[in-house]
DNA sequence: AACATTATCTTGCCGGTGGCAAGATTGCAC
DNA sequence: GTGCAATCTTGCCACCGGCAAGATAATGTT
């Protein structure tokens, strides 16, 4: 269960992921350093170095795990409500929730995005928010509003961009906010 | 008209400005260091502390500028254009023209965004979002779910995370997908 | 005109950071 | 149990941001 103190440390990988989500949550991800990831993990910073490469190469595993955990909780709204609205508001919660991975994710500059896990977790999550199994370019541009509506909500609610006089209850904000979007054929 | 080359330099404090955000244009707001910044300017390190404080400093003074010029940028298509929906097209031009100011404005945790004169750029250009002027929280709403569609459309073109379907002129984009707001009570 | 004061910029220094090279330690294959 | 590969550490380097002290130049005072 838990192979934490041994020899070779077990799963240093998975460790730093954690230490470094962790870091991230409170001093941001621009002011993430190695070193300190490396010492909440209990370990030289040239070990993790050793698993990603470089600084980016973390922050790409930590991109890479975000959009699969987005691409998760959106699934997961979907299945359970079988509203496009609720897709929307799951996203801002994710946002709220996962602040460490939001800031990465939409940080490009940050990691490697050429990395091949990334762009898969990365399109199979797109591929939730406009279902672009379907060609029909009107109803991409339509999941492209309402992506571009959900997430700049959830970016300017995390930057504290938004009135104080919404409230700052995210969720409830989300439902009235995306109530703004005009509905369109919502199923093909 | 052009005091560039004197004793102490004439105006510092500008030119170091220029030169962080033609820096951070080419490597980002992360990667910038004051050094390299300072360097460009021709002057050592320390002097742009002199005038800034610190790094934040720096980038505060940029967020300032950029809350600057998007506010001017946004009342000009106001007053040409007297449209809601070509504000926010504005909005997003502003973002593809300064990706520099964009970038720093909305990532608060760079700057000290209890700067006074930041501060004040900023809550003007926001009342030109969702004029705020009349008090109606319905109103409110409908703003911020304006400036969360053009918001998010804008960040999600510059990190690439548009489907390249949709072509690559951010104006032409910002129209078609404003188009699926919800025309709502436009002047009051 | 001489001097003091202030604003502006530089040099020298410090701890911290990311990355590299070399080496130590440990698990595994056979 | 011996060789081999994986994993981690130590030592090093250049760069960074910030501080203290000092140099230089503009301005004001008399």
Chains 1, 2 share one sequence.
Do not use: C
């Not at 409170?26 to 909440?40: D, F, I, K, L, T």
């Not at 190469?57 to 959009?67: C, F, H, S």
């Not at 897709?87 to 800031?103: K, Q, S, T």
């Not at 991409?140 to 009135?163: E, K």
């Amino acid at each position: 269960m838990s192979p934490s103190r041994s020899y070779h440390h077990g799963d240093l990988r998975r460790a730093l992921i954690r230490a470094a989500v962790e870091t991230i949550g409170e001093v941001g991800a621009a002011a993430m350093s190695v070193r300190e990831v490396a010492r909440r993990a209990g370990v030289s910073h040239t070990a993790a170095t050793y698993h990603f490469g470089d600084k980016a190469g973390l922050l790409t595993a930590v991109a890479t795990e975000g959009y699969r955990l987005l691409g998760d909780a959106l699934a997961a709204a979907h299945e359970e409500h079988r509203s496009f609205l609720e897709v929307g508001v799951a996203y801002v919660r994710f946002a709220a929730d996962h602040r460490a991975h939001f800031e990465v994710m939409f940080q490009p500059a940050l990691y490697h995005s050429d990395d091949r896990a990334l762009q898969d977790a990365r399109r199979a999550t797109a591929a939730l928010l406009y279902r672009t199994a379907d060609a029909d370019e009107d109803q991409v541009v339509a999941g492209v509003a309402a992506w571009s509506l959900v997430h700049g909500l959830a970016t300017l609610w995390l930057n504290g961009n938004l009135p104080p006089l919404l409230g700052d209850d995210p969720q409830a904000i989300a439902r009235r906010v995306a109530a703004h979007l005009r509905p369109r054929a919502p199923r093909r």
